[in-house]
């Protein structure tokens, strides 16, 4: 697969150069062009790829574009090669998901802290939701001065889109004085590089600054009373089966037995052969059960889920939306009413989730830390592939 992109690559590099060195576009060479453009850009480098890559469709508009950037054969092909020798060196390191945290202040101040894990994200998520102070590097930023935060992915290190970004930068002031202007405006490769990365904020965050401040538990409806759960019921749509699987496996490995969740769409798990399915439903709400929503678009469009959350509202005693993204907690907001919902992949609140779960079945023996955070994390790397198809 690796050589395949490098391949692409390639041989899209050297279309470029040809026409950029007075080679005709002809059909086939355009075909040819577009196909690799199409397939780099649907690639884990995209956002590596240089602009005019990005914004010519086919070979005439890139040629608007180049032939404007130098007017020798020989200047643009230095473009061209300086271009694709940084993605080239990219694709030359094993590619992995990287997370990035930028901190805006109101004393107008930017803070970085690049090139995180997921599970490394947890203390600024927090701090954010809490309105805690932060501290990046050796600095600390009061959680009063704190503005926004923002958290971006990638596929590489910062560093590589860093040098993208001043590459670009610097070809523009170079543009510019040729066409005799001078700009004078401050720049910051960091930033523009962050900037033009994926945003997954959404994705994290999903309260406003300091909303958490009080801290709540995921559910306070459920187990009035002392009573102990009995059951969990997944309330979802079939065409989710492959993400609410994965969450059966987790619930198992937490210390749910499968006798004791009730699934429909997995035989063993749900509605017996020739049972009512309407009555099976109401006697399975009755019992003492907490009721997980696997929120979807696909759960909105299905009749039966919303039947069964209106049947949790008078029936369970308890329940928990768990949301999938690209859906977040807003929303949902309105629609579940006095419950804290998590998402499906955020790694605090499955933790929460577990140590709730083992409270309310009153789980004597527990699983082990280690063998629990590498249980999880496994299941969190199944959902993101899962969700990004």
């Not at 459920?222 to 059951?231: A, F, P």
């Not at 004791?260 to 059960?289: H, M, N, R, W």
């Not at 907490?290 to 005693?317: H, P």
Request: proline share 3%; hydrophobic share 40%; aromatic share 10%.
């Amino acid at each position: 697969m690796q050589e395949n992109l490098d391949e692409k690559i390639k041989l899209i590099h050297n279309i470029l150069i040809a026409v950029s060195t007075g080679t005709n576009i002809t059909p086939i060479l355009n075909q040819n062009y577009s196909q690799l453009r199409n397939e780099l850009l649907s690639s884990k480098y995209k956002d590596l790829l240089p602009i005019y890559v990005k914004s010519s469709l086919d070979l005439k508009q890139f040629w608007a574009v180049i032939k404007n950037e130098s007017p020798t054969y020989q200047g643009r092909r230095e473009i061209l090669n300086k271009d694709f020798l940084l993605l080239e060196k990219t694709t030359n390191n094993l590619a992995y998901e990287k997370y990035h945290v930028q901190i805006f202040t109101k004393s107008k101040k930017y803070f970085y802290k690049l090139d995180l894990e997921q599970q490394n994200l947890e203390p600024f998520i927090r701090a954010y939701h809490y309105a805690e102070n932060i501290l990046i590097d050796g600095t600390t930023i009061l959680s009063s001065d704190i503005a926004s935060i923002k958290i971006t992915r990638s596929s590489n290190n910062f560093k590589i889109y860093q040098e993208k970004a001043q590459i670009e930068h610097d070809r523009e002031r170079e543009k510019d004085l040729r066409d005799g202007l001078i700009v004078v405006t401050p720049f910051s490769a960091q930033y523009r590089a962050f900037n033009n990365m994926e945003n997954v904020t959404d994705r994290f965050i999903l309260y406003p600054l300091g909303e958490l401040s009080i801290k709540q538990p995921i559910n306070t409806t459920v187990n009035e009373g002392g009573n102990r759960l009995k059951k969990v019921f997944i309330s979802h749509a079939t065409k989710d089966r492959k993400i609410v699987e994965e969450l059966i496996d987790l619930l198992e490995t937490i210390g749910i037995n499968s006798t004791q969740i009730f699934c429909s769409s997995f035989e063993g798990y749900g509605i017996p052969l020739g049972e009512d399915f309407l009555a099976t439903i109401k006697q399975e709400l009755s019992a003492e059960v907490l009721v997980l929503f696997v929120i979807t678009n696909n759960f909105y469009a299905s009749k039966v889920c919303l039947c069964e959350m209106g049947a949790a509202w008078a029936l369970s005693k308890g329940h928990i939306p768990i949301v999938v993204p690209p859906l977040s907690y807003s929303d949902i907001q309105g629609v579940i009413p006095l419950t804290q919902g998590m998402l499906i992949n955020d790694f605090p609140k499955l933790n929460s989730l577990k140590e709730k779960l083992e409270n309310d079945f009153g789980f004597e023996q527990k699983i082990g830390l280690n063998t629990w955070e590498r249980k999880r994390d496994r299941f969190v790397n199944n959902i993101n592939e899962l969700i990004e198809f």
